[in-house]
C-alpha cells in the first residue's frame, strides 16, 4: 500500500463552491473508507500519474504560491505544523514578511486560550528595519538578526482569580500558537525567551525601544522569516518514556 497522507486544505475550500466542497467531502469519506488517505496537493502530472499507479486517487492542483524565491506556504494541517516545527536559528533570507502574514500570526497568538480568558499576552510586529536593527544593537549576543521581521511578545502579570496569575501559561500558550501559525505560511522562528529576560535583561531595553508601558514586560523574541537552510531537528525523547494510558508508565 502506498503511503499517503490527507491534505483536506484551504485552497480548495478557498474557492469554496458548494459543488467542489461537497464533491471533495464525499470523496474524502469513500477514501477513508476503503482505508486510504487522500493526498490533494501534487504538483505535476508526473507526479499523479505515479501515484495513480500507485493505486493512489489524487486530485491535481496547481498553485502560483509554490513558484518562486518567497515563503512557501506549506499547506498542512495542525498537526504537521506540530511536527514541522523546530527551532530554527540559522540566517534568514532578505524576504520581507507581508504585513498580510504578520496580521495572520499575530492573530494566531489573539486566538489562544488564557487563564480565565484575561487575555494577559500582546504582540507587537517588527518590520521596520531601523526599529529591528535599534532592537538588534541591545541584543548581545545577537540572535536572529538577519530575519525581515520579529515579533515581540509583551505580557501583564495580573492575576486571573485570586492570587492565580496565568500570564506564562498564557504568553506560552500564545507563542506556540504563533510558532505553529510561522510554520503554516513557510516562515521560520525561534522562540528567544532565556535569551533576553536573563539577569541582564535585554527585555526591558527592548520594551523601551518599542515604547512599552510600564505595566506590560517585554518576554520574548521571535524573528520572522524566510529560513536561508534547513532547522536543525532537536532528538525528543521516545514516546514511551514521557506518555503513557491510564497510568503512569503504561503503555497498554
Ligand atoms: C521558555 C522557552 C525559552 C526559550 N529560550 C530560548 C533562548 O533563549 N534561546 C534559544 O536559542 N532557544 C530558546 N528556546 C528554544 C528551545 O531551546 C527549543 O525549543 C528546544 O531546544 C527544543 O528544540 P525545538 O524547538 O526545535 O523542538 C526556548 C524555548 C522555550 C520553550
Not at 500507485?54 to 515563503?71: A, H, R
Not at 530554527?88 to 487563564?115: C, F, H, T, W
Not at 532592537?135 to 495580573?158: S, W
Request: aromatic content about 10%; proline content about 5%; some cysteine.
Amino acid at each position: 500500500m502506498p503511503q499517503c497522507w490527507e491534505r483536506v486544505r484551504d485552497r480548495f475550500h478557498a474557492e469554496k463552491t458548494e459543488r467542489q466542497c461537497r464533491i471533495f467531502q464525499c470523496i474524502n469519506h469513500y477514501v477513508k473508507h476503503w482505508g486510504f488517505s487522500l493526498l490533494l496537493r501534487v504538483k505535476t502530472r508526473k507526479a499523479i500519474n505515479k501515484l495513480e499507479q500507485n493505486g493512489c486517487f489524487c486530485i491535481f492542483e496547481t498553485d502560483e504560491s509554490m513558484s518562486g524565491e518567497g515563503p512557501k506556504e506549506k499547506d498542512m494541517n495542525v498537526i504537521e505544523a506540530i511536527h514541522n516545527r523546530h527551532s530554527y536559528r540559522g540566517k534568514y533570507k532578505n524576504i520581507p514578511v507581508p504585513r498580510e502574514d504578520l496580521i495572520k500570526i499575530m492573530q494566531a497568538g489573539i486566538d489562544a486560550p488564557s487563564g480565565c480568558n484575561i487575555q494577559t499576552t500582546s504582540f507587537i510586529a517588527v518590520d521596520d528595519p531601523e526599529v529591528l536593527s535599534k532592537l538588534h544593537n541591545v541584543i548581545d549576543p545577537p540572535v536572529g538578526e538577519t530575519a525581515p521581521a520579529a515579533i515581540c511578545v509583551l505580557t501583564q502579570r495580573i492575576n486571573a482569580y485570586r492570587d492565580k496569575c496565568f500570564a506564562v501559561q498564557d504568553y506560552s500558550a500564545a507563542i506556540e500558537n504563533i510558532l505553529l501559525a510561522v510554520v503554516e505560511l513557510g516562515y521560520q522562528s525561534c522562540w528567544y525567551e532565556g535569551h533576553i529576560t536573563d539577569d541582564d535583561r535585554i527585555c526591558d531595553r527592548m520594551a523601551e525601544i518599542l515604547n512599552v508601558p510600564k505595566n506590560y514586560e517585554l518576554v520574548c523574541f521571535l524573528p520572522v522569516g524566510v529560513a536561508e537552510s534547513g532547522p536543525v531537528v532537536m532528538k525528543k525523547k521516545a514516546f514511551e518514556e514521557r506518555a503513557w494510558f491510564n497510568s503512569f508508565g503504561q503503555m497498554q
